[in-house]
């Protein structure tokens, strides 16, 4: 269970860049069978979280705001035995960043959570070219594509995606989430037919990861 006080040292190591600690604390978790949405939302979520209002507020450097995303990008990959031990259904998704959205930890986890609910995740990351995922959705045939924004500045972008998607793609589901969406920009995508703007990891399990129909 992550206690307040496991939390705070967790996020003191990871400030610290003490690697080997975080993963020595994480892996103690996975080994108390901890679920990955507990790990994901209450440890890596909340500290990154946290790390972001330091930055903002000028009490830690850039330095080490990268240095807290990358030791966190690793230790997400301890959690992968459990993720991938999932019966797989055959369904298929796309995950990636819009253009110019260099934000990609919340989307990384989006598609894990794909494959904890037995989809294959296809997960293409940051910044990803409007043309190079147009591409890539003709040679993969999924049956739905998830957007990600962090930063409200590429409401515009997604915009723009989400049409280019729909005119090759009439009837491909998409869905969009993320940061970007904490200050408004929903109304961008209502004249876009089969968009789904997503709140948070429970409303992706419970609207589609666990439903039959898409
Ligand atoms: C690390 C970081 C960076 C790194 C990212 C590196 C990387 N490899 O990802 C770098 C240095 C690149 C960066 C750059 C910038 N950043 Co920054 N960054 C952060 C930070 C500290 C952590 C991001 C993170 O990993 N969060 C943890 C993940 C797990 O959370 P998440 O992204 O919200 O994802 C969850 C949900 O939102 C959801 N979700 C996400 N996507 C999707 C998609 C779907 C379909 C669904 C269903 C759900 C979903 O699921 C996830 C799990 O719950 C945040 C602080 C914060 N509050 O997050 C600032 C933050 C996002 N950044 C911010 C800013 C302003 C910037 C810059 C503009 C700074 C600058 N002046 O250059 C640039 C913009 C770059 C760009 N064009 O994208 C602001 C954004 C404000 C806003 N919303 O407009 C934040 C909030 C910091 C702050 N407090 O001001 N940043």
Same mark, same amino acid.
């Given at each position: 269970m992550i206690t307040d006080d496991l939390y705070k040292m967790y996020l003191t190591y990871l400030l610290a860049g003490n690697r080997v600690e975080c993963a020595r604390m994480v892996n103690a978790l996975i080994h108390e069978n901890t679920p990955i949405k507990e790990l994901y939302i209450n440890l890596f979520q909340r500290s990154m979280y946290e790390v972001g209002t330091l930055w903002e507020f000028n009490k830690i450097s850039v330095a080490t705001e990268h240095l807290c995303t990358s030791i966190t990008e690793s230790l997400i990959t301890l959690c992968y035995p459990l993720l991938f031990s999932a019966e797989h259904s055959g369904r298929k998704a796309v995950i990636t960043c819009t253009p $110019? *959205?260099?934000?990609?930890l919340g989307a990384r986890m989006v598609a894990d959570y794909f494959e904890l609910y037995g989809w294959d995740g296809y997960f293409l990351g940051a910044d990803t070219p409007a043309d190079e995922l147009i591409s890539y959705l003709h040679e993969k045939k999924p049956d739905l594509v998830a957007l990600s924004i #962090?930063? #409200?500045?590429n409401i515009a972008e997604l915009q723009r995606l989400a049409m280019k998607i729909r005119e090759q793609f009439p009837e491909l589901p998409i869905i969009a989430g993320g940061q970007g969406f904490r200050w408004g $920009? *929903? +109304?961008?995508? %209502? +004249?876009? %037919?089969k968009v789904h703007i997503i709140r948070s990891l429970d409303e992706l399990v419970t609207r589609f990861l666990t439903s039959q129909t898409i």
């Open positions: $110019g *959205e260099y934000h990609q #962090s930063v #409200s500045f $920009g *929903e +109304n961008a995508l %209502d +004249n876009i %037919d």
